[in-house]
């Protein structure tokens, strides 16, 4: 009985977790599809190094001022002199011209000169400026060799600011933000003074959802928290790029523009306008990304097949698993009962010598099968509800996707959380069906018995030994 309940219980919950799979990875997989077609429009572009300091006037506000340079037909009018904050109040030190940036990654650049690439170059879309900036603090190490010594700065990165541009045509139609929302909601187009936080932010400063925190004494909003996609997200936080610009004191200035293309076609026609226009600029496509995607999405595919044969597989096995057992149990009940009856044909002799009928006799052998069928059945419910995730993993084939964390979470090719194994568990439905099993199961198993019982002749059963 236990085994009978075990097994069903496995079923259903093998069953939900194939749904929640099958459910799940087909959303993932809608979600690549539309990150391939996005990708495959994407054109990243960022200030090549030996341009550092391109779009900056000389000024004289200290050592960092880089020389005037104007390319691509941009330029630099109202810029000239221009001298702007360090980032944070002081944290990267050196000015744009020349000075370190989001710890030397990324360089500066004039939003203003790159206007042009929306208005004049055909086949693109849109254009969505970046202002990504770190904040940490300099760790200086010292190294030695051979009686040399030289101190290295870098700087140990807390948090990274990205601030894009919360525009309709932007966040509704690309992918300019993480998708993978865990608590609260992602920004919306319009929204200033609120961020977005990566998980890693959200323990970094002590805040969840609608929580005020300050950065670079300034005070947002907590909107929602987001699990990082890759490593390199693990530590951004989002927020509005009119935000990220005046917080850092560089309003006007961006670290990289992600250019979309208006179809794939046309792609490698874009970018080769854009080195041609801004030869300054490092103009990359994502084919690497796109190829990645489209790997990701060819194994979720696979993943869901497996699933589905998976669930298509436990049923056969779960089907003919219990047609043995029942075929096992009602035997165990029909050789009991004859069991009972050979033992008891004295009495039985007795009774009918003493007047009881056929028809009490079987019912009295009747109701003692039932009887027994109904204590099996409580107790193996009772183990059944405490063993049923035990025997059903031992019984019936697993949901066969991808690989489980310890939590039980579904993991597709080392990296992605699909979802959360279920446990098999005993509903009152299902008890209330494994009851009603085993009684009649006690029923069919005690009818041969009662009625061999009932044919047997008084005579005949008083010389029996």
């Not at 306008?273 to 999405?297: A, C």
């Not at 995730?389 to 990296?415: E, H, K, N, Y």
């Amino acid at each position: 009985m236990s085994i009978m309940v075990s097994i069903p219980a496995g079923v259903l919950a093998n069953q939900q977790t194939a749904s929640t799979v099958a459910s799940n990875l087909s959303n993932v997989i809608s979600q690549t599809s539309a990150s391939i077609n996005q990708t495959a429009t994407q054109i990243d572009c960022s200030l090549a190094p030996s341009f550092s300091g391109f779009g900056f006037g000389s000024g004289s506000g200290g050592s960092g001022s880089g020389p005037s340079f104007v390319f691509g037909g941009g330029s630099a009018s109202g810029r000239s002199g221009f001298t702007p904050g360090q980032f944070g109040g002081g944290t990267v030190t050196g000015q744009f011209g020349g000075g370190a940036f989001n710890g030397g990654q990324s360089s500066p650049m004039n939003e203003s000169l790159y206007t042009d690439i929306n208005s004049t170059i055909s086949g693109v879309a849109v254009v969505e400026p970046i202002l990504q900036a770190s904040e940490g603090q300099n760790v200086t190490t010292t190294l030695s060799f051979n009686g040399y010594t030289r101190d290295i700065t870098r700087l140990d990165v807390e948090y990274t600011i990205e601030g894009i541009p919360l525009t309709a045509s932007l966040v509704d139609n690309y992918p300019i933000l993480p998708t993978n929302i865990t608590a609260g909601s992602n920004l919306q187009a319009g929204d200033s003074g609120v961020v977005l936080l990566s998980e890693n932010n959200s323990a970094y400063f002590g805040a969840g959802v609608g929580d005020a925190i300050t950065i670079l004494n300034q005070t947002f909003t907590v909107a929602g928290i987001y699990s990082p996609s890759s490593v390199s997200d693990t530590q951004t936080l989002y927020m509005n790029l009119s935000d990220a610009q005046a917080i850092t004191n560089n309003t006007g200035y961006i670290t990289s523009l992600t250019v979309f293309a208006q179809n794939s076609d046309v792609v490698s026609q874009v970018a080769t306008s854009i080195s041609s226009v801004h030869p300054e600029l490092t103009v990359t496509t994502d084919q690497d990304r796109l190829n990645q995607l489209q790997t990701l999405q060819s194994t979720y595919n696979t993943e869901l097949a497996n699933a589905q044969a998976s669930d298509s597989q436990t049923y056969s096995t779960a089907v003919e698993e219990i047609i043995v057992v029942v075929a096992a149990t009602s035997l165990i009940v029909l050789f009991v009962m004859l069991y009972t009856v050979r033992e008891r044909t004295k009495e039985i002799g007795t009774l009918k010598a003493i007047g009881f009928s056929n028809l009490t006799v079987m019912g009295q052998f009747m109701l003692e099968g039932i009887l027994l069928s109904m204590i099996a059945g409580v107790v193996g419910i009772v183990i059944g509800s405490i063993a049923a995730p035990t025997l059903s993993a031992l019984l019936l084939p697993s949901v066969g996707i991808g690989s489980r964390s310890a939590t039980g979470a579904v993991i597709v090719s080392g990296t992605t959380r699909i979802s959360g194994l279920s446990v098999a568990t005993l509903s009152p439905e299902l008890i209330l069906l494994a009851f009603g099993a085993a009684i009649l199961l006690g029923t069919l198993g005690s009818l041969y018995p009662a009625w061999r019982a009932a044919k047997i002749r008084p005579a005949e059963a008083m010389k029996y030994e």
